[in-house]
């Protein structure tokens, strides 16, 4: 008992045996998987493995799809958050998540940082000031909005509208982010500015981060878990997944064999 | 199947799988690639004709209405009242009736057919209930207009015993253009990306949130123009208003929404019953249909210009 409570203080979430089907076919399979704090855990997996259906179940975006149905328990906490008393907009403002493709509000670059703040009730302008700047700064991108904050975000360039969105999200102080393939629509550079700033982050927040990239994911993840079909395959440091893989499915993945 | 720009699981194996399969072998037929070129050329020319056509009948209509309305037409036609006197006669009453008509068609068909677009689109279960509704709603965008003129007449006009006032006249268009408006309004909302809702689901925003702050200000240029468009109909409409018994002889201008009013379409269309005994009248209604064009067709220039000036590339 005392174990698994000590245990409970490091992992922000705690995954026990989570289902998930997407009307009748199932696309989690009894996903067991700790998330510990302050590190960057990488989600690995061919394509259509449930990467992107799994990091959306810890922010319960997926409800957003009618068709799809959860067994299980997530607990963030301690709590579950599949519970009648967790609120869902409190939950997304403690877990923020930055998507695949940029998308930036068709507002200016001030108006999407201010965003979040404003929808939960700051209305003091010098307050927002001060929180759309500490974002910025965060997401290393004050320098090159400076002094065009009331510009429209889509005039950005496509990593710069990237690190937008992450600054979007850390305005509303989460505790968590998530990640979708945040690189995949970005050149080399962008990519290697966001690398950069999510080993920044790290310290301050606990980053789940969805990846094709073997390299990415060994450059700047703590933990990987390999995902096949639906199931959690393997979990582990980083450092062991690449190295020393316990499954030979995950062997075959990330020599490349398939995926 | 592809979502988010990847293959999705089971069609990247299946693609796998055929990987190998070889392309079965064929000869592309030239002669009916003869044939079909000649066909694309014949379709071309076919489908030209029947835009110079249309172009070509709405040209005469146009020159035939211009010509009528010649010397008719000026500053003191818009701003004399109605007389039977063909060189005093005026349109300023139906002008004013007109305007007071959009007054209320306006503001009430953009609440409630914005909001019955954001229930359908935003909040209802797409179950059989609102699949019901949304049928329906289509369905009354393709009645007669006249219908909408008796349905008007017996509520608006008798059971709320508002008579043929202009408050019973707005309504009546009002109930006309609303499908239309919900139709354009859903759309508009429709197209509006989903990425956008996530983002704000995201940061933790309900939904009220979202529709507010993201997804109404994005699909506004497309709910205006539909909009302009849907109401640029409400004045051009004469049916509805024959049927509610809209007098043309007011020689009162009208002063508050309970007034008795007259409007352009039926002063035009009074007008000209009249032709045989006045000849005149043609002139006058002609008049009033070149008034009543140049109203139309700056209502709808700006909804293009509305359209193109917010159009968003995303
Ligand atoms: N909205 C949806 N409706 C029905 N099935 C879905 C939906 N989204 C995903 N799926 C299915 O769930 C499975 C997992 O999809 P998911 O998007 O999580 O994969 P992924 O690992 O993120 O893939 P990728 O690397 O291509 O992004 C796939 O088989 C997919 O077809
Ligand atoms: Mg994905």
Redesign the interface.
Not at chain 1, 46 to 49: K, L
Not at chain 2, 4 to 13: A, E, H, Q, T, V
């Given at each position: 008992m005392s174990i698994a409570n000590e245990k409970k203080k490091e992992a922000v979430y705690d995954v026990r045996g989570l289902n998930l089907w997407y009307g009748e076919d199932q696309a989690l399979k009894d996903i067991n998987m700790e998330i510990e704090e302050n590190k960057v855990t990488a989600i690995i997996g061919?394509?259509?493995?449930g990467k992107?259906t799994f990091i959306k179940t810890l922010?319960r975006?997926v409800e957003?799809i009618?068709i799809v149905r959860t067994t299980g328990e997530i607990l963030y906490h301690g709590d579950n958050i599949f519970d009648k008393s967790v609120k869902v907009?409190?939950?997304?403002?403690k877990v923020?998540?930055v998507?695949?493709?940029p998308?930036?509000?068709?507002?200016s670059i001030f108006e999407n940082v201010v965003?979040?703040p404003k929808?939960?009730g700051i209305k003091d302008k010098g307050l927002l000031m001060e929180i759309a700047e500490s974002s910025l700064r965060s997401a290393a991108l004050w320098d090159e909005v400076k002094d065009r904050l009331n510009d429209n975000a889509?005039g950005l360039s496509g990593g710069q509208q990237q690190r937008l969105?992450i600054a979007?999200?850390l305005a509303?102080q989460p505790d968590v982010i998530l990640m979708d393939e945040p690189t995949s629509?970005l050149d080399p550079i962008a990519t290697f500015k966001i690398e950069e700033l999510i080993e920044s982050l790290k310290k301050d927040y606990t980053i789940s981060i969805v990846t094709h990239s073997m390299q990415q994911a060994a450059r700047i993840s703590d933990k990987t878990a390999f995902f096949l079909?639906g199931e959690l395959i393997e979990y582990d440091s980083t450092s062991v997944i690449f190295s020393n893989p316990k499954d030979k499915k995950t062997e075959d993945y990330i020599t490349g064999r398939f995926g | 199947m592809f979502k988010?720009?990847?293959?999705?699981?089971?069609?990247?194996?299946m693609l796998k799988k055929n990987a190998g399969a070889k392309l079965p072998k064929f000869n592309i037929n030239k002669k009916r690639m003869k044939n079909r070129i000649f066909l694309s050329r014949f379709s071309r020319h076919l489908f030209s004709l029947s835009a110079v056509f249309a172009l070509v009948v709405l040209g005469i209509l146009l020159f035939d209405i211009i010509s009528e309305s010649l010397g008719w037409l000026n500053v003191k036609f818009l701003t004399n009242n109605l007389s039977i006197f063909p060189e005093k006669a005026g349109i300023r009453g139906a002008l004013i009736g007109s305007v007071y008509l959009m007054l209320i068609v306006i503001p009430v068909t953009l609440v409630l057919g914005v909001s019955t677009a954001i229930y359908l689109e935003e909040y209802s279960?797409?179950g059989k209930i609102a699949n019901f509704i949304k049928v329906n709603i289509t369905n009354l965008a393709s009645v007669p207009s006249v219908i909408f003129g008796l349905l008007g007449l017996s509520v608006f006009g008798r059971i709320l015993n508002l008579g043929s006032s202009i408050l019973a006249g707005g309504l009546t268009m009002s109930l006309l253009v609303l499908p239309i408006v919900v139709v354009a309004s859903q759309e508009a909302i429709r197209a509006v990306p989903g990425?956008?809702?996530?983002?704000?689901?995201?940061?933790?925003?309900?939904k009220w949130?979202t529709v507010r702050?993201?997804v109404l200000?994005?699909a506004l240029p497309g709910i205006l123009t539909g909009s302009i468009l849907a109401i640029s109909r409400a004045i051009g409409e004469t049916a509805p208003l024959v049927v509610l018994g809209i007098p043309t002889l007011i020689l009162k201008i009208p002063t508050g929404i309970m007034d008795d009013f007259t409007a352009l379409p039926i002063q035009i269309y009074y007008w000209t019953l009249d032709t045989v005994l006045t000849p005149e009248y043609a002139n006058l209604a002609a008049a009033t249909i070149v008034v009543l064009l140049g109203v139309l067709f700056i209502m709808n220039s700006a909804a293009i210009i509305i359209r193109n000036k917010f159009q968003?590339?995303?």
């Open positions: 061919p394509s259509g493995c992107s922010n975006m957003n009618p907009e409190e939950l997304r403002t923020g998540m998507f695949q493709k998308n930036p509000f068709p507002k965003y979040g929808i939960h889509y969105c979007r999200c509303v629509a079909m | 988010d720009g990847n293959l999705i699981g089971k069609d990247s194996r279960n797409k990425f956008l809702r996530d983002a704000s689901y995201a940061l933790g925003a309900n949130t702050k993201v200000p994005v968003k590339k995303f």
